[in-house]
């Protein structure tokens, strides 16, 4: 039977009250865990006016704060404590076992002040240990019904339960200001966690501390290092990863604390998604290139956070310079930007404020003149906004000239160079908004003279530092799309007409011009009415290496670039049945020539190809969709 103890008024704990229970708990079992089945029982009928004692000990508990005040008013409470650690009836009863752990927690402390403080924080640590753990041997088992692993998993959801509640109540002591030690608090609570930041179970309370730890201003000062070292290590390498899932799973805004409050983890996170994008899974659609960066919430954090934002833009304009703009890196950029400009459209009013923080103030007017999206505008307004932007990055590099943003959309202002040298925060601008670039290209083919405008984008994109090339750049690519244009009546072009109009490419700025002379040609591929007839020679011209994969990575970029994402009628001029049946048989070939390359050298389980086989399934339905 359980023994009545008379239960003073809600107030302060005292020693006498406690030795009673202390008295009671001894009759339970014996020291180390043994419970026996009457101790169970009584424990069992007890549990409710336990779990009352339990709280009142707690407050009273927070109330000294300090360990040794707490032992110094009573000093049996770790005997007590103890004894119900070892208790499976306590441990298997949810309410009763969270403020038992509460109260284990009070006990600890990373500044102690005395031995006595130090011993206690070593004990209760390890009897947090124990309950997590669970008892040895099968006694529970045999007592309750559970198993080892069962009472494990209990203990370990117990715990966490448990610093989840103590985390609430430090948050709303922290917004009412009832105290005052609010980061050793913190500090405290995030240590015990730190066994417990691997376990997918722990994610509800590492976010908790995350977000605690960036409130305030003392929030660095909350949260241990190796803390945060040890979250950062569970989000590392995600985005390589087929199901973009972390052991942990935080949320964006957890994410955005942990790159905020550690810098290191957010250098780590913008480097992997530059590594894996353009090294591990170089071939990824655009679409689903955005979709994955979006999974981890990088550009809500870029939005959100000044430090996020900063760090990651430094970073990506080193990436952008030490790659001298190669076609991933300056994809990535695109896409990136693309997430980015979608964050900022969710944002009710917040959009300039987000541009200033993000740009500086002499490139605030070339991204107001490049976010807008050349969907649904005419060939003369895009061609007029081009000369804008040109116009733009001119005044911007030309100290001399002190013009208005409105005034540099007027004709005549600023004598136009023969070349226009773009500087380093100009370019990394430039560079990001890539719908225009496709503008640009889209409008040198279709045009019945290129415009001069456009000739010019296009300089300022690839010799940015260079205008010295960039007339015979010019030069030549009006030459070139001068003579495909021509060719885009014809029912059956001939290679050679092809291979004529870019044969004058050995320059310095070779690179340069073969890039834009490839986009013209696969453009050529699509918008031409007879060039499907030559894909395979055009694909031959664009990747010069027989390299079915890279050839069918720029078929589908050009589909995809020239179908899923325009939102005008005209984008879908080029479809028609004989084109895209073509076009479909020529991706079903370079698709099959790849499954047949990779299957004979025992390669086929790479991230890379997975990409193009999901590109392929959807451009061919696509393409089925017109037929």
Known sequence: MCRRVRNKEPGMMDSAELDLWLDRAKSWGEPGGVVSTDGLRDTCKCLGVLG??????HVAMTTWERPAAIMRHLPNIGQFLGRLCH???????????????????????DNPQEDIERRAATWAQKMLRHVIHGPSGNSVSKAMGYLPSDQSKLALEKIIHALSEDLDQLQQDRRLKTRQAQPHTLHQLSELCLPLVTLPAASAVVEKLLLAGLEGKTGRQGLPILFLESVAMTQQQLYSSKAVTAPVSLSPAALCALWTLHPPSLEQEVLDMVETVTLHRPYMGTEDMKTLICSRGLPMAYVLQPTVNEVTKEILRQVLQQSSGSPSVLKLLRVFNECFILEISKMQGEGPRVLHLTYDVQQLPLVHLLILHPAGLSKPT?????KNICRTIQTVQSPGCQVTWTQVTQAGVCQREPGI????????VLVQFGWWYSEACRLLLLSPVPPQSCLQYLACYHLPTSPEQQQGFMTCIHDVASTLHGLLPKIHPKSHDLLYAISANQQPDFRARR???GQLLMLFLLHSVGGYRIADDILNMVVSEPDAVTRLAVLLDTIEENSVGQKTGESFSWICNNKTSAMLQVVSSLHLSIQEQFHSSKETDRPELDDLRCRCEKAKQLMQNYI
Do not use: F, G, M, Y
Not at 382 to 386: D, I, P
């Open 52 to 57: 009352t004692i339990l709280r009142r000990l």
């Open 382 to 386: 895009c061609q007029e906004h081009l």
């Open 515 to 517: 890039t834009v002379i």
């Open 87 to 109: 208790n499976p009836a306590v441990l298997t009863c949810d309410d009763t076992c969270c403020v038992l752990l509460s109260c284990l927690t009070a006990l600890c402390t």
């Open 421 to 428: 040298n773009c500087p380093p925060e100009s370019w990394l």
